[in-house]
């Protein structure tokens, strides 16, 4: 029993002490000229459903839950919204040229597709992120006319 008490104490003293490791959570500044939302004058619906579903992990305006100033739960989410911005930052749209664009275009469609995105652990948490089949539809078709048209 005292192994046990003693495994038990220096776990939670180690919880306490990287607690004073905090994560970094600023995020870059927006130029709104180049933000996906802006650069398409996407419509007022759409944009919505990107800012909920999308934007905390795939651009610059990251809001970061409460529980996200935890360690380690901190150290998982900062993960995810780097991973995030490194394959899609909606923020930066403008600076990509045009083959990333429609790769990133395509990509999104498919993962909308096959429901991978928004993530499910994601939509656990923000139950206004979790995107009806209608609105999926509604992004799907946004993104594909846009690759249609070769406007990108």
């Known amino acids: 029993m005292k192994t046990f008490l003693n495994i038990i104490y220096w776990f939670l003293i180690v919880i ?18 180049v933000d996906f939302a802006k650069v ?32 380690p739960i901190s150290w998982s989410i900062k993960h995810h919204v780097n991973k995030g911005k490194k394959y899609l930052n909606l923020s930066e749209w403008g600076t990509f040229n045009r083959d990333l664009k429609k790769n990133m275009l395509d990509m999104t469609v498919n993962s909308l597709k096959i429901y991978t995105m928004p993530m499910p652990g994601y939509v656990a948490q ?5 995107l009806t089949k209608a609105e999926r539809t509604l992004l799907i078709n946004y ?10």
């Open 40 to 71: 398409y004058s996407t419509p007022k619906n759409v944009e919505r459903l990107l800012r909920n579903a999308c934007y905390d992990c795939h651009s610059n305006e990251t809001v970061y839950p409460k529980y996200a100033y935890v360690a």
């Open 126 to 130: 923000h139950p206004n992120a979790n």
């Open 16 to 33: 306490a002490v990287i607690q004073f490791f905090p994560i970094d959570r600023t995020n870059k500044p927006v130029d709104s000229k």
């Open 143 to 152: 993104f594909e006319n846009i690759v249609k048209t070769g406007n990108y």
